[in-house]
């Protein structure tokens, strides 16, 4: 499937292995990863001029496919960003909850997490098992987000382990996001 926008995706603490849906996107949509300077000791401020460097690069709209706090990422950036105009959707799958007392150290540094509404077309997927968030609190953050929320069952952390693959169904919902 081909979208009209440059899509831009967002993986979270860590990075995306080669078998992510997202790094399946990019080898099979060309879509475009935000590289962060540190994935292991992420620093927000950094990885929000990274998105938005990214965002004035591309030509022209932008979608955002992001991923555990990545989809943390997007809220911040669009908090601070006199650009959220140039964003046509985004796509926040997974979202940790940064409350959580289990929370690991690098990840818990962006807190408190941002619960502004966003500027654009967005929505939350999520799974009902996921190890860094209830599916309460994942509705939570969609609401505080001005989002849509969608689980899609019990899929874990909808990573590489969650049996995705190439994810053509999350393809179409992120071309759908416009029409919200």
Do not use: K
Request: hydrophobic share 45%; charged share 20%.
């Amino acid at each position: 499937m081909t979208l009209d926008e440059r899509v831009l995706v967002l993986p979270g603490w860590l990075g995306s292995g080669p078998q992510h849906w997202q790094s399946r996107w990019e080898a099979l949509h060309g879509f475009v990863r935000v590289q962060q300077s540190d994935w292991e000791w992420p620093l927000r401020g950094d990885w929000m001029a990274q998105l938005e460097d990214a965002v004035l690069a591309a030509p022209g709209p932008v979608r955002l496919a992001a991923h555990s706090l990545g989809c943390h990422l997007v809220s911040a950036w669009a908090a601070h960003s006199r650009h959220t105009a140039r964003i046509a959707g985004a796509l926040l799958v997974a979202p940790p909850d940064l409350e959580r007392d289990e929370t690991p150290l690098p990840v818990a540094r962006w807190r408190p997490a941002l619960r502004q509404a966003l500027p654009f077309p967005a929505l939350v997927l999520y799974s009902d098992d996921d190890p860094f968030a209830t599916p309460e609190a994942s509705r939570g953050l969609a609401a505080d987000w001005g989002a849509a929320a969608e689980s899609l069952g019990a899929r874990g952390h909808l990573n590489a382990e969650s049996g995705l693959g190439d994810w053509p169904e999350g393809v179409a919902r992120l071309a759908a996001l416009a029409a919200r």
